[in-house]
């Protein structure tokens, strides 16, 4: 089964303990991005990577790291969390040929609290 | 930034009645995607369009792209209590790899 597994579910830390949320996919998919979601924003696209070792800034990358070492991990790495990181995460995994056909499997979220 | 915007923010209305969520989005693209997403959980794939598309079907729901207005809308016909959720578009464009979504409509369909 297709699928895109994120870890933990549910996170409540404190400010600036650094943290790493897991994402893994299972469907060989090259590009993989993360998305922080936030109430009358939508989904914003934090950091994206077109294949291993490749990676680059979305559109709200500040006080966020990721890293592509193999194929189906992507984490998303807090080093110093601020209390204006409190969200709901989401690991993608897309289908991307040549930007015509793409399709997005997502991960079930990370809501992150930081107190 | 944004590159879509759906319109409106909030639907209301009774099962059986047609559903009908607008997008526009600011630059051209290659494709334009409607997801759906049950309260708080991953978003899920419902239909894509070609931007040398002008209108798609899947099941009860239909979408139409107009480039020229640079907007689309998701139809979803004889709408059931099982469909309300949030609706987003998403757009890729021009050179950019960017997968880029819109703030969403949330949709409640009362039985």
């Known amino acids: 089964e297709a699928q895109v597994t994120q870890n933990p579910r549910y996170l409540i830390t404190v400010t600036g303990k650094k943290l790493t949320v897991t994402c893994s996919q299972n469907m060989n998919h090259e590009y993989m991005s993360w998305y922080r979601q936030d109430p009358g924003l939508g989904l914003r696209q934090i950091y994206y990577?077109?294949?291993?070792?490749?990676?680059d800034k979305g559109d709200v990358p500040e006080g966020y790291k990721v890293s592509r070492k193999e194929k189906r991990n992507f984490p998303l790495i807090l080093e110093s969390p601020s209390p204006n990181q409190t969200s709901l995460y989401f690991c993608?995994?897309?289908?991307?040929?040549?930007?015509?056909?793409?399709?997005?499997?997502f991960g079930q979220g990370t809501r992150l609290t930081v107190v | 930034s944004q590159q879509g915007e759906e319109d409106p923010q909030a639907l209301s209305i009774q099962e059986g009645e047609n559903a009908t969520m607008n997008c526009s989005y600011k630059?051209?693209?290659?494709?334009l995607q409607w997801y759906r997403q049950n309260s708080g959980r991953g978003l899920v794939h419902l239909i894509l369009i070609r931007s040398n598309e002008r209108e798609k079907h899947s099941g009860r729901l239909r979408v139409t792209l107009d480039t020229s207005k640079k907007s689309s809308s998701l139809l979803i016909t004889a709408s059931r209590a099982a469909d309300t959720a949030s609706y987003f578009c998403?757009?890729?464009?021009?050179?950019?790899?960017?997968?880029?979504f819109g703030a969403g409509t949330r949709l409640a369909v009362h039985p």
């Open positions: 630059t051209s693209i290659n494709n």
């Open positions: 990577s077109m294949n291993v070792e490749v990676t």
């Open positions: 993608a995994s897309i289908i991307w040929q040549g930007r015509a056909d793409t399709e997005a499997f």
């Open positions: 998403a757009t890729t464009s021009g050179g950019y790899n960017k997968l880029i």
